[in-house]
């Protein structure tokens, strides 16, 4: 920096533009408030339909997305440029006063131009002969000292000009259209981000002088950092995509076989990369756009480690997809890097997929910890699973659908797979509990319904469902039973409640068929009684609290929802009888074990009203509000007193002198679990509600529907599938 530019450069112009900034922050912040209490709210409430099911739902979704990201984009700017202003204005005061206090030592500084300057003694005839007047010596150093304390608050004043310009275009850059949602508090926190990403891309451009302790301080780092898109971005850049995929190469090659504290650094540092370059991919900078296209373009390249032993090494793409077990990569990049890694995977047909990306790769890890990577779509899929909006994108052709579900008979990657379709029928990403869910969109309930179809298909359809997939499909039932109970329900379809874009989009015989075989599997049948359990009483309170919601009788009401509780659960114990399971003790415990753990994680969608559970399950209001226990707390709510008394009383328990559900007793002991499931809720929502209908007649009409379900659950399986006889 020039010294006359720090001593008698215009800051008022900066301080116009940071009271600028604060009312652009203030203005934004009330437009923001607006968007999201007026335009968003009363988007999420309406009742859309055709093309403003989608495009106009999104449209407003991004928008007042937009005005929050303006408002915190704004907020960053007016900090950085404030702190930049207010430290400038210090350093001119300290430069000042160094000159004030040299002068009148006689000193004279003089500006030279392009960062330079002088510092010279004003030396007088009397001097020499005045020991107090100083010596040369002595005036030398006078004029050192004054010239390096005004070099050093030149650099200061540099660094915090460079530091500033550098994050403020970082954070300008981030987004080509509309606003980043980066926030900083002040503009140093800014530049420690963009220096503590210097300085880690530097050190994994020599990954191998980093040694096990080098690797944990990186971690601590990375662990600091990596949802900060201005960090996440210049390490990437750093780096490069080839020296990105490189570094990971080389550290899996020299950490291959860890165990113990080793295995768990390298696991951490797995998830810390991936998280960091999935906050890097949100970045639209024109860099960025560079890096994302080039790092695709590396999907074919052989990458080996400096020191191995084999010519082969790992293909790029198996690299990239081992980076995307963890985070939210930016949905247009995970889009263009499916549709090249599915466009390969299905030329290659179901059955060679495996060898396409495994044959040839024996020796090859490059994942801490479950598997080994080879197969990039397990990584794509995770990746998948934590982005629904990507998910859904990914299984919206029918024909890549199902290429996939095919493939599971001849890899690993069912279980991926099946937490990838979960995010995109529910639109909700896994283990993401905060999140409210979306109303589920036309494409969403098509994809559902062309998955029901490929497991109903006869001659092995239903075997997918022991291909990884039965927990996944068993979670995605109990999201859609709100469309599933419609298509059991016909003329009283009304009753259902549901915000689906799409209410009536499931085949009756398909949803049956995909019900019976789900149910084969512990953890899917739990999916789907809990499921069950949770909509019946969830619909019981919302009904039973606003008679409104369905132009007919309160006995018309737990006539319907009795019978089509007992249709769905019909299902699944019919299924049952009808397999005649085997290895009865070991079903049992996997079901009990299965039973628990979804009702732990319910409990968790209920107690914060948020997660799929608060749209798709949760009936609402005509005022909006989700019922039950989302509206009046978990521990009072009838939704929260089902699936306790599900979760502690309708486990299955011993299995007696034959195969589980292979007597009429066992069939139906489950029929009475539903029927007293579904009475109970009854006679919780009429005592929570003050609701003035007799007790034991509302009981006996829902016990005499579940059983009319029941005995129609038989009927839907004879006319949706071969069933054994006898």
Request: aromatic share 8%; proline share 3%.
């Amino acid at each position: 920096m020039d010294l006359d530019a720090l001593r008698f450069g215009n800051f008022s112009q900066l301080g116009e533009a940071v009271t600028d900034w604060e009312q652009m922050t203030r203005k934004l912040a009330e437009l923001m408030k607006a968007a999201q209490d007026d335009l968003k709210a009363k988007a999420d409430k309406a009742r859309w339909a055709g093309v403003n099911a989608t495009v106009s739902r999104e449209f407003v979704d991004r928008t007042a997305a937009e005005f929050t990201d303006a408002h915190t984009q704004a907020g960053s700017i007016t900090k950085i440029l404030s702190d930049t202003r207010v430290e400038l204005l210090d350093y001119r005061t300290q430069v000042n006063d160094a000159i004030e206090r040299g002068a009148k030592r006689n000193l004279t500084v003089v500006d030279t131009g392009a960062g330079t300057f002088t510092v010279s003694g004003n030396t007088r005839p009397d001097w020499a002969s005045d020991p107090g007047g100083g010596s040369g010596a002595t005036d030398q150093q006078a004029v050192d000292d004054l010239r390096d304390e005004i070099q050093r608050i030149l650099n200061k004043a540099a660094e915090s000009d460079n530091s500033a310009a550098k994050v403020l275009n970082l954070l300008v850059d981030q987004a080509k259209y509309g606003f980043s949602d980066a926030s900083y508090a002040d503009r140093d926190s800014a530049a420690r981000a963009v220096a503590a990403a210097e300085k880690l891309a530097k050190a994994a451009k020599d990954p191998a002088s980093m040694t096990l302790d080098d690797v944990a301080a990186f971690n601590r780092t990375m662990s600091k950092y990596h949802g900060d898109p201005l960090f996440a971005e210049q390490f990437a850049r750093e780096l490069g995509p080839k020296g990105t995929l490189q570094f990971w190469t080389e550290m899996t090659y020299a950490h291959a076989g860890a165990r113990g504290s080793e295995l768990d650094t390298m696991k951490t540092l797995q998830k810390n990369l991936g998280l960091t370059l999935a906050t890097a991919s949100f970045s639209d900078s024109d860099a960025m756009r560079d890096w994302k296209r080039d790092l695709i373009a590396e999907r074919n390249t052989n990458f080996r480690a400096g020191g191995a032993f084999s010519p082969i090494g790992a293909l790029g793409s198996q690299v990239i997809s081992s980076l995307m077990r963890e985070g939210h990569y930016d949905t247009e990049f995970l889009d263009d890097y499916r549709e090249k890694l599915f466009k390969a995977d299905k030329a290659a047909g179901d059955a060679g997929t495996d060898d396409l990306w495994t044959k040839g790769y024996d020796a090859l890890d490059v994942v801490f910890g479950d598997g080994n990577g080879r197969d990039p779509l397990e990584g794509l899929f995770d990746g998948l699973s934590h982005n629904p909006e990507a998910a859904t994108h990914a299984f919206t052709s029918k024909s890549d659908l199902d290429h996939m579900l095919g493939t599971t008979s001849y890899t690993q990657r069912g279980e991926p797979l099946g937490r990838a379709l979960e995010a995109a029928v529910t639109g909700v990403a896994i283990g993401d509990h905060s999140s409210a869910a979306p109303p589920h969109s036309s494409a969403q309930v098509q994809i559902m319904a062309n998955v029901m179809r490929a497991v109903a298909q006869p001659g092995g359809g239903a075997g997918l469902v022991g291909n990884g997939l039965g927990a996944s499909f068993g979670n995605m039932a109990a999201s859609y039973m709100p469309e599933i109970s419609r298509a059991f329900g016909s003329a009283n379809a009304e009753v259902f409640l549901t915000s689906s874009d799409n209410p009536d989009g499931l085949d009756t015989a398909d949803v049956t068929r995909f019900l019976s075989a789900v149910s084969l599997d512990p953890a899917g049948r739990a999916g789907v009684i809990v499921g069950e359990s949770i909509y019946t009483s969830g619909l019981l309170e919302a009904h039973l609290s606003d008679p409104g919601l369905f132009d007919g009788t309160r006995d018309q009401v737990l006539r319907n929802i009795g019978k089509n509780a007992g249709t769905i659960e019909g299902i699944v114990g019919h299924s049952l009888a009808d397999a005649a399971v085997g290895s009865a003790v070991d079903n049992e415990n996997t079901y009990n074990e299965a039973l628990q753990k979804k009702g732990d994680f319910v409990k968790t969608w209920i107690s914060t009203g948020l997660g799929y559970g608060s749209v798709s399950l949760f009936p609402e209001s005509r005022t909006g509000s989700a019922v039950g226990a989302a509206f009046g707390g978990f521990a009072g709510g009838v939704i929260g007193l089902a699936v306790d008394r599900l979760t502690d009383g309708q486990q299955l328990e011993g299995a007696k002198d034959q195969a589980l559900y292979a007597s009429a007793k066992d069939l139906y002991d489950m029929r009475d679990s539903v029927n007293q499931q579904t009475q109970w809720s009854t006679a919780d929502a009429l005592e929570r509600h003050h609701v003035d209908l007799p007790k034991q007649g509302a009981g006996d009409t829902v016990r005499l529907a579940v059983n009319e379900g029941w005995n129609d659950a038989s009927r839907f399986l004879s006319d949706a599938k071969e069933r054994p006889s006898g």
